[in-house]
């Protein structure tokens, strides 16, 4: 089975539509799963037009009314999968997120809001955070597509555009001095 993972896209406040390059990597998912800040329920409709898609409530969704759960639980191949925004601080903490994933007593949990990237390894629990497609820290625009089979998780990083950072620009016209 594939997964498409997708998290923080933040539309229209912070980027008007979905990258192009997301529906190119999502086109031969079986699911998607949005770990929240969608900031409007659209992003769940056009991300439906691709595959079923399972969506959790950020931070930001709640200034937007946006009535999600604050997690759920998919068991997919016989791996419980937590899905969750995961609004612990610092932001992205192994630690907390490894402690939340046991309280759900999932084996995977897809988490978001730090806008960043990562793949970890907590004890025996897969830490997964897609990133931003539309506004990453400190990292590219990326979402991930996971494929399991027979209890094997294979998780591919896909960039889907250019960093959108306005610091980058200001550097750049400084650095001409």
């Known amino acids: 089975m594939k997964i498409g993972l997708i998290s923080d896209t933040h539309i229209p406040d912070r980027y008007n539509k979905l990258p192009k390059k997301v529906y190119e990597a999502f086109e031969s998912v079986d699911l998607i799963l949005h770990a929240g800040d969608l900031t409007d329920k659209s992003v769940i409709e056009e991300l439906e037009k691709i595959a079923p898609t399972i969506a959790v409530q950020g931070n930001m969704d709640r200034n937007n009314n946006i009535n999600l759960p604050k997690y759920k639980i998919i068991e997919k191949?016989?791996?419980?999968?937590?899905?969750?925004?995961?609004?612990?601080?610092?932001?992205?903490?192994?630690?907390?997120?490894?402690?939340?994933?046991?309280?759900?007593?999932?084996?995977?949990?897809?988490?978001?809001?730090?806008?960043?990237?990562?793949?970890?390894?907590?004890?025996?629990?897969?830490?997964?955070?897609?990133?931003?497609?539309?506004?990453?820290?400190?990292?590219?625009?990326?979402?991930?597509?996971?494929e399991i089979n027979d209890k094997n998780v294979n998780i591919e990083a896909i960039k889907v555009g250019k960093p959108t950072c306005k610091s980058t620009m200001f550097l750049e016209k400084n650095m001409k001095k």
């Open 77 to 146: 191949e016989n791996i419980k999968i937590g899905l969750i925004h995961g609004e612990v601080y610092p932001r992205g903490d192994k630690q907390q997120l490894y402690y939340l994933a046991e309280e759900l007593g999932v084996k995977i949990l897809i988490s978001g809001h730090s806008h960043i990237p990562a793949i970890d390894t907590v004890k025996d629990v897969l830490l997964v955070n897609p990133g931003s497609p539309t506004s990453p820290r400190l990292s590219d625009p990326s979402v991930m597509v996971m």
